[in-house]
């Protein structure tokens, strides 16, 4: 069945019942995560089906009826870098063979780079420059059943940086404007979640160009940055990314919550990732500059441990603030009639 056909039918009545699944803030008074999570009608996002790829599929050229976008593409196509597309959409990098001593292409998979070898591309955002300040943001969302977790953060008066999936918000857009609504900063994270190297030029910029475009349907603010799935970037990436006004964003410090219960990570492993992160405060490592820790607004387990462990990251850094708050970007998105507060200003109490 055709996405656009999924999104056209309506959940079951009695998973409708006392529901209002037609505005932002009637959704974000359901709290069970089974009710949340059922499908439902968003006529914006229906009515433009037709203009955005399949839901959750790989992205691999832009639509034929995109004529913006294709101009766009071939406007910065001849002066994109000349560094072949490796391994897979999946992430597999096993059959590459790469110079890591040299990395030419600042590949961030292979050698942890940030600072691109091509000239006049920006280094990523790997760290804050706030000494003792935490730069806190959650991937992979809209998360369908995150309700309980942005009250949470709500209750905190705490705001954070989301990196939003373009599928994840076509299917769940009020989820996503909630996310405006509440104050958080959003950013881009592809339209599928591929491993980007691997991706084509014309399909690494699709996968960018329809999650911004994405976002900006549902929740009428274009972001002006972007994480790359798995963190997987290179100067060839990152090039196209800066042409579509996208800044990278990393992280210096990972809990693999996404990864518990798989690849012998275990949960005592993240929560250890947590802890060390918190050790790390504590012993002054940040009293220079601040950090970024990958976490995720994934499933239940990741945001409950996000909610189990706010309490000890307060404790642990002096400031815990979203991204573009902490690099005093108080224009976060193209749009100039949002803003957010600069670091001195913010008011987000710990």
């Known amino acids: 069945m055709r996405t656009s056909s999924v999104l056209l039918l309506l959940f079951s009545a009695v998973g409708a019942q006392a529901q209002d699944r037609t505005t932002e803030a009637g959704d974000a008074g359901i709290e069970d995560p089974d009710a949340e999570c059922q499908s439902y009608y968003y006529a914006p996002v229906s009515n433009a089906m037709g203009s955005f790829p399949t839901i959750r599929a790989n992205v691999t050229s832009i639509l034929a009826n995109d004529t913006v976008g294709q101009q766009k593409f071939l406007a910065m196509n001849s002066s994109i870098p000349n560094i072949a597309p490796r391994g897979t959409l999946g992430g597999d990098f096993s059959q590459v063979t790469y110079d890591q001593a040299a990395d030419p292409d600042c590949w961030w998979t292979q050698t942890q780079c940030v600072t691109p070898k091509l000239a006049d591309l920006k280094p990523d955002v790997a760290s804050v420059p706030e000494p003792r300040t935490l730069g806190y943001g959650f991937d992979d969302g809209p998360a369908c059943g995150h309700n309980r977790f942005y009250n949470y953060l709500a209750e905190q008066n705490q705001k954070a940086t989301m990196f939003f999936i373009g599928s994840n918000v076509m299917w769940f857009p009020l989820e996503a404007q909630r996310a405006v609504a509440d104050g958080h900063q959003i950013c881009a ?162």
């Open 189 to 350: 994270h592809t339209w599928s979640h591929p491993s980007m190297t691997a991706a084509t030029n014309e399909g690494a910029f699709a996968e960018l160009w329809y999650s911004i475009q994405a976002i900006k349907l549902v929740t009428n603010v274009t972001p002006t940055c972007w994480r790359p799935p798995r963190g997987d970037v290179d100067d060839r990436i990152r090039y196209i990314a800066t042409q579509l006004g996208l800044e990278t964003i990393m992280w210096g410090f990972d809990s693999f919550d996404w990864e518990a219960g798989t690849n012998n990570i275990t949960t005592d492993t993240v929560q250890g990732n947590y802890d060390s992160l918190m050790a790390k405060a504590g012993s002054g490592a940040f009293d220079g500059i601040g950090a970024i820790m990958l976490t995720h607004e994934l499933n239940n387990y990741t945001m409950q441990t996000a909610m189990d462990n706010y309490p000890k990251l307060a404790a642990a850094f002096d400031h815990l603030v979203p991204i573009a708050v902490a690099q005093n970007k108080t224009q976060p998105y193209v749009e100039t009639n949002y803003s957010m507060p600069s670091f001195a200003d913010c008011a987000y109490p710990l």
